[in-house]
């Protein structure tokens, strides 16, 4: 479908917008909007926006890029940034009582990180911070095809990785499409946001703990996913994890393992009294150069791996052309290996599923756990500290 | 080999029986570099431009330290670089890894490798950012390992800071007072490959340039290697900020240049170079020649200062402090702190252009570069050249700096290929613009020498019709405009011709010959 606006009714992009409840946002799901989605909910939440009528694109997929993403590129670059075109022409054709006013796709400069304050910055990729200016021109070089639909184009760069800087760095491009919005208002959303957000990932790290604990209770072993968190779009990562579940392995995913102190004291206590590390989210030791969030997120995830006996696998997931990943392939593989981990990759994963070599590297790997994983499982328990917490829970 | 060079690796554990202790995987930690290292090792260093990298030479043997320059990077070096690091790195990362690995092994093979690393150590740029320019070394780190050389020293500077300190151990001591010497040792590598490049089109006696070229470096080296050490580790900034040294001998340089004879009436394109760092700034296989090649192609180059690049990261500290007034205690005073060393910079940049005779193109304004980019990209985004690579195209079209802009983009390069992406609008807004980006791969040469051909052919038509609309205007004829160079202080290189309205050379020459007769 063209997104022009041939055969459809042309607003002016600057034109009068409904009253809030009636604002009708879209949000591309694309890149860091998959870690901080809870943010975004519950920023507009409390500005008073109707939550049905925020809408996300949908998950990536070759048809959406053929429908709504041909011609827009401008520049090769990696899939996941790629893919963000689909996701602006979905957004923009969508018509008549599903219209929307506002494209919002924000600059997410930084990111909020478990990690911060134990590493250098938790600044986002500068590929994905900038994808919606690179994006934008795709929409632009022939004409403006956010007027053309009738649509506000809102893109605040936001550092979500500094919550004190949100509110002022949104309060402008809010006010775009929110007229009278005040910045106590918008302080009031932020704080609403990053609670919403701290809640989502407190839930999900107590799941990968319950996980943990199970596992450790039946001497039974899961998997680490270490990627991105876009590699949650079944269009990005394309869902290799799921067929490795489907095998009866628990997946855990680097990006909410738990940071309980006790859990950290027993895996990282030894190191941290031998000052190999200051604290056990330090991955000074593995990766000093720690500016990138996800990228952090990622070699603390492969440590956590490495210490974590009932973590018997971890499979490596990244995309085509991605740079942050590429200078950590071998860091990874290597603190994975180190604690006889079982390392598998998938790497330059693009829009093609190659469904067949898929299921067989699956069978592999499942064929690998069942053979090995008792035996990585006493391996590295037997290197571990006694007395371990997650063993000592209570059965649900 | 710890090279990922496959797409899917499974790699499955060796059965072992009993339980054993595990070693986990630590970082490369340089061994330190102690003040007897001082006497023993040699400094190495590269990824510059040549006449730079020996002006600092000059500037670091100041302090004491032995230096060497590391040869300029081939084609071989890319190979090698790709071969002893993780598969997907930018092009830019090959070429220096496999740089510094292909000189550390020939070393070895002569030295061996305990004796290479008991002689040289290898100092390079960090980042204060998330791009892989930050992260060069953990390809390095990489390389070295698999040279088996992982007790080979290699310290990083953080390009955002003045003060290195003392890199672990006490022997090499990056103080202020030598920083700001390397400084000097950009700044004055910048203005003379301008004049350079400003006057080899037009020479008349072929060579002649390049020969006072050298034969400059080697003076103004001298001047950086035998300064007198005023001051301490930082009040010895004071001295570089004031001292009228280096401008004695930039002028004692100018005068050797000013002596060359120029046909500034051949009618030549001029080409922007613009892009990412490392390629803009190199000058070898890296980029394909591509400085040589587009003067071979009959073009005047205008190439890319490393100055406007410090001049950038100064804004972008400048405007980090400036949003974070009133959020965070300090701000004002370090955003006044970044504006007063641009401050400083720029001065210094124009004191040693006016030694110069003031031929020295005039560094941008970045205010003027942001508000040119601002509707195409943020200023804010940081990481390459950002929005200045989108403002410095406009800014060199719309002020007829250049008839166009050859933008090199390595392969890979993240926020590069944002910045070339967002010109996309740019260019649908300001279609006459000529914009040349070439993706770089390092061996993919005639395809990118090809697309640079055909926007140069355009440029060259732009020129020719400057020249010939200057002539009219004028009343001029080539022929007459030539009589008039006869008796001009314009024959002589050291003569500036006025920017009148043009953006080439003989076309302004035209107009500058019409005003002065």
């Not at chain 1, 926006?49 to 996300?56: G, Q």
Request: proline residues 5%; neutral net charge.
């Amino acid at each position: 479908m063209d997104t022009s606006a041939a055969g459809t009714e042309t607003r002016i992009a600057h034109g009068a917008l409904p009253a809030r409840d009636k604002l009708r946002l879209g949000i591309p799901r694309v890149l860091n909007v998959w870690s901080t989605h809870q943010f975004w909910i519950g920023l507009f939440g409390a500005l008073g926006l109707d939550a049905r009528r925020i809408v996300f694109s949908s998950d990536t997929s070759d048809e959406q890029m053929r429908e709504f993403g041909k011609g827009r590129g401008t520049v090769d670059s990696c899939y996941p940034v790629k893919c963000v075109s689909a996701h602006y022409g979905e957004l923009l054709a969508l018509d008549r009582h599903r219209r929307i006013d506002v494209l919002f796709s924000t600059m997410i400069y930084s990111v909020p990180s478990f990690l911060h304050g134990h590493v250098v910055d938790s600044l986002a990729c500068p590929r994905v911070m900038a994808a919606p200016e690179n994006i934008k021109a795709g929409f632009l070089k022939e004409g403006d095809a956010f007027a053309a639909r009738g649509v506000r184009y809102v893109a605040p760069l936001v550092a979500l990785g500094e919550p004190d800087m949100a509110a002022r760095q949104l309060l402008a491009a809010l006010a775009e499409f929110l007229p009278g919005v005040t910045r106590r208002e918008v302080e009031a959303a932020v704080r609403a946001g990053y609670a919403a957000l701290e809640a989502f990932a407190a839930a999900a790290r107590r799941q990968s703990r319950e996980i943990l604990e199970n596992c450790a209770r039946l001497e039974r072993p899961c998997l680490l996913v270490l990627a991105r968190p876009y590699h949650m779009d079944p269009g990005i990562g394309h869902e290799i994890e799921v067929d490795l579940q489907a095998y009866g392995f628990p997946v855990l995913w680097g990006q909410y393992l738990p940071t309980d102190p006790d859990l950290l004291g027993w895996m990282f206590g030894a190191e941290v009294a031998a000052g190999q590390v200051r604290s056990g989210l330090d991955i000074a030791d593995v990766w000093p150069s720690s500016y990138s969030a996800n990228t952090n997120e990622i070699l603390w995830a492969a440590k956590f791996a490495a210490r974590m006996p009932w973590i018997a696998g971890v499979i490596r997931l990244s995309s085509y052309e991605c740079g942050m990943d590429q200078p950590t392939y071998t860091p990874v593989q290597q603190i994975v290996e180190r604690s006889g981990t079982l390392f598998f990759s998938f790497q330059d994963l693009d829009s093609t599923k190659p469904a067949g070599a898929v299921r067989i590297r699956v069978e592999t790997i499942a064929h690998y756990l069942a053979r090995d994983a008792a035996g990585i499982i006493a391996r590295k328990r037997d290197a571990s500290p006694p007395d371990c917490p997650l063993a000592a829970a209570p059965l649900p | 080999m710890h090279n990922a060079d496959t797409l899917e690796r499974t790699t499955v554990p060796q059965q072992q029986g009993a339980a054993q202790r595990i070693v986990h995987y630590r970082a490369y930690k340089p061994a330190p570099f102690t003040l007897e290292d001082r006497e023993q090792a040699t400094i190495l260093f590269g990824g510059l431009q040549w006449r730079t990298e020996r002006l600092i030479q000059g500037a670091i043997e100041r302090f004491g330290y032995k230096t060497a320059v590391l040869p300029t990077a081939t084609r071989e070096d890319l190979l090698a670089g790709r071969e002893l690091a993780d598969i997907g790195q930018c092009c830019p990362t090959s070429f220096t890894t496999g740089n510094l690995a292909g000189f550390l092994r020939k070393e070895s093979q002569r030295l061996g490798a305990a004796e290479v690393s008991r002689r040289y150590v290898h100092v390079t740029a960090g980042s204060c950012g998330s791009c892989r320019f930050g992260q060069y070394h953990q390809s390095y780190e990489l390389a070295l390992r698999n040279l088996d050389l992982e007790s080979f020293r290699l310290f990083l500077l953080q390009q955002n800071a003045l003060d290195q300190g003392e890199a672990a151990g006490q022997g090499l001591d990056l103080s202020p007072q030598l920083m700001t010497g390397v400084f000097w040792a950009v700044l004055m590598g910048d203005v003379l490959q301008d004049l350079e490049y400003q006057i080899r089109p037009y020479e008349v006696h072929a060579g002649e340039t390049e020969r006072v070229a050298r034969e400059s470096v080697e003076r103004l080296h001298e001047a950086l290697r035998s300064a007198p050490l005023r001051g301490g580790r930082k009040s010895g900034v004071l001295w570089y900020l004031l001292t009228g040294h280096f401008t004695a001998a930039l002028r004692e340089v100018y005068a050797r240049y000013a002596a060359i004879e120029v046909d500034r009436l051949r009618v030549k394109p001029l080409v922007k170079i613009t892009g990412e760092f490392y390629l803009q700034t190199v000058e070898g296989e890296p980029n394909y020649n591509i400085h040589r090649w587009l003067e071979a192609e009959g073009a005047e180059v205008y190439p890319a200062a490393i100055s406007i690049w410090i001049d950038y990261l100064l804004r972008l500290a400048a405007q980090e402090a400036e949003d974070r007034i009133g959020v965070r205690r300090g701000a004002r005073v370090k955003r006044a702190g970044a504006a007063a060393v641009q401050g400083l910079l720029r001065w210094n940049y124009d004191r040693m252009r006016a030694a110069l005779g003031g031929l020295p193109r005039e560094m941008p304004r970045q205010e003027e570069l942001r508000a040119l980019a601002a509707p195409y990209y943020h200023s804010r985004l940081n990481g390459g050249e950002g929005d200045m690579l989108v403002g410095k195209a406009l800014w060199a079209h719309r002020k007829k700096k250049a008839h166009m802009t050859c933008e090199l983009s390595p392969y890979s390069c993240m926020p590069n290929t944002m910045s070339v992406g967002a010109m996309a609008a740019a260019l649908g807004r300001h279609p006459d613009v000529l914009y040349a980006p070439l993706e770089i791969k390092g061996d993919a040469e005639v395809h990118a020498l090809s697309r640079c051909q055909m926007i140069l052919t355009e440029a060259k038509r732009r020129a020719q019709r400057e020249f010939e609309e200057a002539l009219e205007r004028t009343g001029l004829t080539p022929a007459s405009a030539r009589e008039r160079l006869a008796g001009h202080p314009a024959r002589l290189a050291g003569c500036k011709v006025p920017h009148g309205g043009a953006a080439g050379t003989a076309a302004n020459l035209v107009l500058h010959l019409a005003a002065t007769n």
